[in-house]
């Protein structure tokens, strides 16, 4: 079944869901992409990015059978960006990850062909224009996400935080409460990033998101990255299928520009 073919790593899929739907008819603005340095376009105008979170309005961490999620409290304007390449101010919904089950691969995006063994995804929707999250999904101006590479380095004293809470969400459809916790800590101080127009990476795929890419990674140490390796894909009680390798191939980049906010 085409589902199964070795990729071009000649790996096999361990979840057919990632590889499958490889592209949607029509797609133009799929995610995600090689981010190729050369070709990214300096642009004078796209304004810095301002990150406001309350560290309270975080909720819980779940296993959704995907990644684990960090859920926040997105009913009023209390965790929030605004500026760089977004014409409104988003409201932070949630974040996750993507990683590999070694550290060669793991991230979605890549930067001149290279994988980061993982990535962090946070997830902000439009709720200046769009009444529900739900809607903004499906609009081209409805989501934003920062995009941060995580790369293996020191131990990273924030994440310690979530990888500590990482055992409880074991299975699929596993929640645990988690009530304070500040995303900024996982963000470089560092101002650049590149953006352009793009997709969600997992179903339903819809070409709502404007991705913000910080160009400097995150360090993390191993056993953070193997805390990651040790979710289950499945429920408990089915047979247990490690959580890794969830991100999606590289899409064609068709009649897209990256632009970068740095020279
Ligand atoms: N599932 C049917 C109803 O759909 C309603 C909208 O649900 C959207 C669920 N998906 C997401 O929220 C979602 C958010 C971010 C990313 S990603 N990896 O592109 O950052 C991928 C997916
Ligand atoms: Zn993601």
Redesign the pocket.
Known sequence: PPELVPDSLHRLPVHPLWQSPLTIPGGTRQ??INIQWRDSVYDPFLKPLKISYDPTTCLHIWNNG??FLVEFDDSADRSIIVGGPLENQYRL??F?F?WGAINEWGS?HTVDSKFYPAEL???HWNAVVYPT??EA??EGNG?A?I?VFLKLGAHHEGLQTLVDALPAVKHKDTVIEFDVFDPSCLIPSCPDYWTYA?????????ES?TWIIKKKPIEVDENQLEAFRMLLFTSDGEEEKRMVDNF?PLQPLMNRTVRSSFQ
């Open positions: 995610s995600p995907y990644s919904k949630q996750h993507h979605e995804h946070l997830v999250f739900e999904v499906m989501l996400v995009g793009g997709s969600l990476t997992t179903p339903p795929l819809t998101v999606r």
